[in-house]
């Protein structure tokens, strides 16, 4: 079982930055796969990003390229979410979720755990 709460959000204009942390108690998170994913409203819920256990292996999608950077301290059970360049479309709730058997994935439904969501809100 691991249990994420994710932290960080809030309000930021356009051409900021704010940086999204994902707290896990659990005793398979360093071997889990990591991933942020975003629901703006009326919208359904997107892949960001993702980070295998090991960090070698990093994936995004393409509208944050460049721009987020996903990373993980396993010593902390932390993942973290940089968003620089933040741009209005970039508003929505912000989820972290754990892949159990480590498989880096941009598929929501394979992901076994997920937080309650952060809100993140950029203004032009």
């Known amino acids: 079982q691991v249990q994420l709460v994710e932290s960080g959000g809030g309000l930021a204009q356009a051409g900021g930055s704010l940086r999204l942390s994902c707290a896990a108690s659990?005793?398979?998170?360093?071997?889990?796969?990591m991933g942020w994913f975003r629901q703006a409203p009326g919208k359904e819920r997107e892949f960001v990003a993702g980070i295998r256990w090991s960090a070698a292996s990093k994936i995004y999608t393409d509208s944050v390229k460049g721009r987020f950077t996903i990373s993980r301290d396993n010593g902390k059970n932390t993942v973290y979410l940089q968003m620089n360049s933040l741009k209005p479309e970039d508003t929505a709730v912000y989820f972290c979720a754990a892949a159990r058997l480590g498989l880096l994935t941009t598929v929501a439904s394979s992901y076994d755990y997920w937080g309650q969501g952060t809100q993140v809100t950029v203004s032009s």
């Open positions: 659990g005793r398979t998170f360093s071997t889990s796969a």
